[in-house]
């Protein structure tokens, strides 16, 4: 925690280093967060390059803060809502504030199977990915959870970024397959 508060500290000072520590150490985190909150890659994106933008424009006035990771994920979580509100009524059809309002409407039973639901589904997913060889499952973990290129991924594993591309579809076909299956016939 000392390490964090001193990072901070400095980036509030100017330091670009320590800029640029803070958005290596936090980018993939956030993208991670924002990803399950709106599920969708370039608003995430936008919103956490816009985060950090600001992060450096403000420096300066930023308050003092011992844990970075809850500070920043609480901004864009703000982001991302602000984001989602403009963009909902932006195209008729997609209600996100009656969507919202209708989740706090739900009564205990309602909320309690929709919980079951995810989670069953969790553990159906669960299940697919144990199908996957862990060569599999860190390609998968690397360029879908880590954002990474075919090529930065031969690069990390020492592999041809042909053969990566053809694990990737190989490991996606197997999840394929294999959540149909629990899906429609468990």
Known sequence: MVKETLLW???RTGDLDAFTDVYKAYYQF????????????????DCIHELFLEL????????EVQ??????????????????????SAFPGSDYEER????????????????QSKEEMKEKVRRALLRLSPRQLEIIRMKFFED?????????????PRT?????YMA?????????????FV
């Open 164 to 168: 990566i591309y053809n694990q990737v």
């Open 148 to 160: 990474k290129s075919y090529d930065e991924i031969a690069a990390a594993t020492s592999a041809a």
């Open 67 to 88: 844990h970075i990771g809850a500070y920043l994920r609480t901004i864009l979580q703000r982001k991302l809502t602000r984001e989602i509100r403009k963009n909902s």
């Open 30 to 45: 956030l993208f991670s967060y924002a990803i399950r909150l709106c599920g969708n890659k370039d608003m995430s994106k």
């Open 100 to 115: 919202e309002s209708d989740t706090f409407q739900c009564s205990y039973e309602d909320l309690m199977v929709q919980l």
């Open 9 to 11: 500290k400095a980036l």
């Open 56 to 63: 450096w424009k403000d420096r300066t006035r930023l308050p």
């Open 172 to 184: 996606l076909k197997t999840l394929r397959d294999h959540l149909r299956l629990l899906l429609f």
